[in-house]
């Protein structure tokens, strides 16, 4: 299958830790915007306590109900398109990475909050329309509100709220995480060896779409979508059975590294990593779910260590992996400083 259910929460895992172990720029699409973090299982918290109760976790006072988790995991499972034979083996995998991934979230916001760090509404807004901005699929905050209510069943005000939790992330980790630091001529060229082929010019890319729309019957027609896939039935021939009417005679377009950059996370990276006539893993956006396949690759000529273009990319390149790194830092530190008040109950 295309999303066996072990890929699915694997997927789903991916998500939320991009969205905070990394300076997130990828796709707002609801849900928790909290990271599982890397090597935290349940014993890092405080001992279970196996007594069936409204409340599965309190984070320094504070509750998240069973109904908080439900939630997100139905809003998990919506996003995912998971099949209905698999829902109940999905809840059960779902459910602890998820909670984990609330409670770290909440630990975030309480730190937000002892910052006073307080995005206005204009703020929010500006950060919702930068998000239809970049979706492609929607026009209008409008009808990026009336698809997320399709997908996720959460209202305006739900998604309003999510997004001002997501700017208050990232204004803490900007402004109390990231750190600059020197970077060295040696660790420079160090960098540079052990990643000479990160740095050339401008590739280019000749891609294509296959996007499908987001409707009730979703699941059944990734599971014959799936079918289709094993079968290696031809690319141009699944846009012209499953795209959207107006997407089935579109063209493969070409694209340069800068206009790659520009795309939605984690898009970027994905198609970098394709072969010619490899497609990516489904995608998921607030109108529509994407596979993207690679036509053609032009790779550009190797930069030299000592050109200006190759210092600068290297430069940006060793900063991005150490706020990487710091994200990972603080958040250890943070669940490790609060660990007495993060206590979990199961069921």
Same mark, same amino acid.
């Given at each position: 299958?295309?999303?066996?259910?072990?890929?699915?929460?694997?997927?789903?895992?991916?998500?939320?830790?991009?969205?905070?172990?990394?300076?997130?720029?990828?796709?707002?699409?609801?849900?928790?915007?909290?990271?599982?973090?890397?090597?935290?299982?349940?014993?890092?918290?405080?001992? !279970?306590?196996?007594?069936?109760?409204?409340?599965?976790?309190?984070?320094?006072?504070?509750? #998240?109900?069973?109904? !908080?988790?439900?939630?997100?995991?139905?809003?998990?499972?919506?996003?995912?398109?998971?099949?209905?034979?698999?829902?109940?083996?999905?809840?059960?995998?779902?459910?602890?990475?998820?909670?984990?991934?609330?409670?770290?979230?909440?630990?975030?916001?309480?730190?937000?909050?002892?910052?006073?760090?307080?995005?206005?509404?204009?703020?929010?807004?500006?950060?919702?329309?930068?998000?239809?901005? $970049?979706?492609?699929?929607?026009?209008?905050?409008?009808?990026?509100?009336?698809?997320?209510?399709?997908?996720?069943?959460?209202?305006?005000?739900?998604?309003?709220?999510?997004?001002?939790?997501?700017?208050?992330?990232?204004?803490?980790?900007? $402004?109390?995480?990231?750190?600059?630091?020197?970077?060295?001529?040696?660790?420079?060229?160090?960098?540079?060896?052990?990643?000479?082929?990160?740095?050339?010019?401008?590739?280019?890319?000749?891609?294509?779409?296959?996007?499908?729309? #987001?409707?009730?019957?979703?699941?059944?027609?990734?599971?014959?979508?799936?079918?289709?896939?094993?079968?290696?039935?031809?690319?141009?021939?699944?846009?012209?059975?499953?795209?959207?009417?107006? !997407?089935?005679?579109?063209?493969?377009?070409?694209?340069?590294?800068?206009?790659?950059?520009?795309?939605?996370?984690?898009?970027?990276?994905?198609?970098?990593?394709?072969?010619?006539?490899?497609?990516?893993?489904?995608?998921?956006?607030?109108?529509?779910?994407?596979?993207?396949?690679?036509?053609?690759?032009?790779?550009?000529?190797?930069?030299?260590?000592?050109?200006?273009?190759?210092?600068?990319?290297?430069?940006?390149?060793?900063?991005?992996?150490?706020? !990487?790194?710091?994200?990972?830092?603080?958040?250890? $530190?943070?669940?490790?400083?609060?660990?007495?008040?993060?206590?979990?109950?199961? $069921?």
């Amino acid at each position: 299958m295309i999303r066996t259910l072990a890929l699915v929460v694997a997927a789903a895992s991916k998500r939320l830790i991009d969205r905070d172990h990394t300076v997130a720029r990828g796709v707002f699409a609801g849900g928790v915007l909290v990271a599982v973090l890397a090597g935290t299982g349940a014993a890092a918290f405080a001992d !279970d306590l196996k007594v069936p109760r409204a409340i599965v976790a309190t984070v320094n006072g504070e509750a #998240i109900t069973n109904r !908080d988790l439900d939630l997100e995991v139905r809003r998990e499972i919506k996003l995912r398109g998971v099949p209905d034979e698999q829902l109940a083996e999905a809840r059960h995998v779902l459910r602890p990475q998820i909670l984990e991934s609330m409670i770290t979230h909440r630990l975030i916001q309480q730190q937000c909050d002892l910052f006073k760090i307080l995005p206005s509404d204009g703020d929010i807004d500006r950060f919702l329309r930068w998000q239809v901005d $970049e979706s492609r699929d929607v026009s209008s905050l409008e009808e990026y509100f009336r698809r997320m209510l399709q997908m996720t069943g959460d209202d305006e005000e739900t998604i309003r709220k999510q997004a001002r939790d997501e700017i208050r992330r990232r204004l803490l980790f900007r $402004e109390h995480v990231y750190r600059e630091e020197y970077i060295s001529p040696r660790e420079l060229r160090e960098y540079y060896g052990s990643n000479r082929e990160r740095f050339h010019e401008a590739a280019k890319y000749k891609i294509r779409y296959l996007t499908i729309p #987001i409707t009730p019957d979703l699941a059944k027609t990734l599971e014959s979508l799936n079918a289709d896939f094993e079968k290696k039935v031809p690319f141009d021939e699944l846009i012209a059975k499953y795209a959207a009417e107006t !997407d089935r005679n579109s063209s493969a377009w070409e694209i340069t590294d800068a206009e790659l950059d520009q795309m939605l996370d984690p898009l970027p990276r994905l198609i970098r990593e394709l072969k010619v006539g490899e497609v990516t893993p489904r995608l998921d956006f607030p109108a529509a779910v994407r596979f993207v396949r690679l036509e053609a690759k032009t790779l550009g000529k190797a930069l030299a260590f000592d050109t200006q273009k190759a210092q600068v990319m290297i430069r940006n390149a060793i900063s991005q992996d150490r706020r !990487d790194r710091q994200v990972n830092r603080y958040l250890s $530190e943070l669940l490790a400083k609060n660990i007495g008040g993060i206590r979990k109950f199961v $069921e």
